[in-house]
């Protein structure tokens, strides 16, 4: 019998030959160079190729072109709303940036400053100034550094207070972060041998006395932050650790400075290990302290000026824009009101249910208007950021049908869109989750989901 109509792979491949050649389409794409208009053009006629091999049509390839080149030619990171509910989200940029922190960033930025140089004496000053007189108050140490990062930080301390000698550290403590940070290779580097003490769940006081001798240059007190052990386990205290009479290092991480956030009482103070008597106590500027990325040392003089004159003191050294940032961040923590209203990952931490529920049921109102299908659900989010991983901030989420689309498709077409939207998915739905959106970033989301699902 005589088909009516062409068999598909007949009608695709008339379709196929329409389309335009890829040089014919990067021809048509002036003002772009060469090299990006022929990529722009070659994915442009796949991406074509493979809708008519779905049985959909082409598209418009010279936009879908034209488009690709202009991402390829946007430089640099680029905007992304995170509707994850992971607010430190490590992959995403870690602590979006207080407003007076940007500003700062902006003014030392374009112009001139006074970043080394003492303006009342006429002579040359250190950078350095400008955060340890704050540092000092904040954390009620009496002297501090700020170096690249928390990474940067404890490879210093242990360089400058342990090289060619001992450093005894708890095997409960011998931890890794995320992208290769692993405590035992960091003191490999710093010149100093590691001593481990004590088992994987349980360290005693006895177990690192046993270790002390004269050739002990620092004790290491790691806080395992992306990780918990639980049940027969037991580790010593910093402050029975602080006086055995050895420096003692604590790398804290994620770098708790607000002590009234009820969120964050499980992570430990900087104040306290300070308190305890730590000769360096390092953290990181962009977990829970919402700051720029920057190691923050703080600690006994003789300990910080062992650890400012080390020659690795210059390689690590902080960025002139990134000391602005965390200077303005540092002073919104003289108000612990302005901080946790000013500072993003504060408010996110500490947002009301109210709030988040008006802004998840604003994005299920749009989203439903337009013919989709959202509705309001209890979820958790988390801090992220290796920091607190058994913490839960429930809340209310907005959650999102993805029919026509499998969950996945929906989420790949969030991720490529503009701007990129990153989501969770629960139990075979979309969900956006207020806690880590602004009101403007929420309709934005809400426009966005309607986008990818038509
Ligand atoms: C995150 C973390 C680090 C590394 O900090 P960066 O600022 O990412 O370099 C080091 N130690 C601990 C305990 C951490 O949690």
């Not at 139990?427 to 602004?438: A, E, H, K, V, Y």
Request: with cysteine; charged share 25%; aromatic share 2%.
């Amino acid at each position: 019998m005589k088909r009516s109509v062409p068999h598909p792979s007949e009608s695709h491949a008339q379709e196929l030959r329409s389309l335009p050649s890829v040089s014919e389409l990067a021809a048509a794409l002036e003002g772009v160079s060469h090299g990006v208009a022929v990529r722009a053009a070659r994915e442009a006629v796949e991406a074509g190729r493979d809708r008519i091999r779905e049985g959909r049509p082409p598209g418009d390839l010279e936009r879908d072109a034209r488009a690709r080149a202009k991402r390829a030619l946007s430089s640099g990171p680029r905007p992304v709303l995170n509707a994850t509910g992971v607010i430190v989200h490590t992959n995403l940029g870690r602590a979006p940036l207080a407003e007076r922190a940007m500003r700062a960033v902006a003014e030392a930025g374009v112009g001139y400053s006074d970043l080394e140089y003492d303006l009342s004496g006429g002579t040359r000053g250190s950078r350095q100034d400008h955060v340890e007189e704050l540092l000092r108050e904040l954390t009620g140490a009496d002297a501090a550094l700020v170096v690249n990062n928390c990474a940067a930080a404890v490879l210093l301390a242990t360089s400058a207070l342990s090289a060619g000698r001992e450093v005894v550290i708890s095997r409960g403590q011998l931890i890794e972060i995320g992208g290769s940070f692993r405590i035992p290779e960091v003191v490999g580097q710093s010149g100093a041998r590691l001593v481990e003490v004590g088992t994987t769940n349980r360290t005693r006081l006895d177990d690192y006395r046993g270790a002390i001798d004269a050739d002990t240059g620092a004790l290491l007190w790691a806080h395992p932050s992306n990780f918990r052990v639980v049940g027969f386990v037991e580790e010593v205290p910093i402050e029975e650790l602080c006086r055995l009479g050895v420096p003692v290092i604590a790398d804290l991480g994620s770098g708790r400075l607000a002590g009234w956030i009820p969120e964050l009482s499980s992570e430990p103070l900087v104040t306290a290990t300070v308190a305890a008597g730590a000769a360096v106590t390092c953290f990181s500027g962009d977990k829970l302290l919402g700051g720029p990325q920057a190691g923050i040392m703080v600690g006994s003089r003789k300990a910080i000026e062992a650890c400012r004159s080390h020659p690795l003191a210059r390689a690590l050294r902080i960025d002139k824009l990134t000391l602005a940032a965390l200077a303005a961040t540092l002073t919104l923590y003289r108000d612990p009101a302005l901080a946790a209203s000013e500072i993003p990952v504060l408010r996110m931490l500490t947002a009301n249910a109210e709030d988040l529920r008006e802004r998840a049921q604003l994005m299920c109102d749009q989203i439903s208007e337009a013919g989709g299908t959202a509705r309001l659900v209890e979820a958790a989010a988390k801090v992220g950021g290796g920091a607190l991983p058994l913490l839960e901030l429930t809340g209310p989420a907005c959650a999102v049908d993805p029919t026509p689309h499998a969950l996945d498709e929906l989420a790949r077409r969030l991720r490529i869109g503009t701007p990129p939207l990153l989501a969770r998915a629960l139990d075979g739905l979309l969900l956006l989750d207020p806690r880590t959106l602004t009101d403007d970033d929420a309709r934005r989301a809400a426009a966005a989901v309607i986008a990818a699902l038509a």
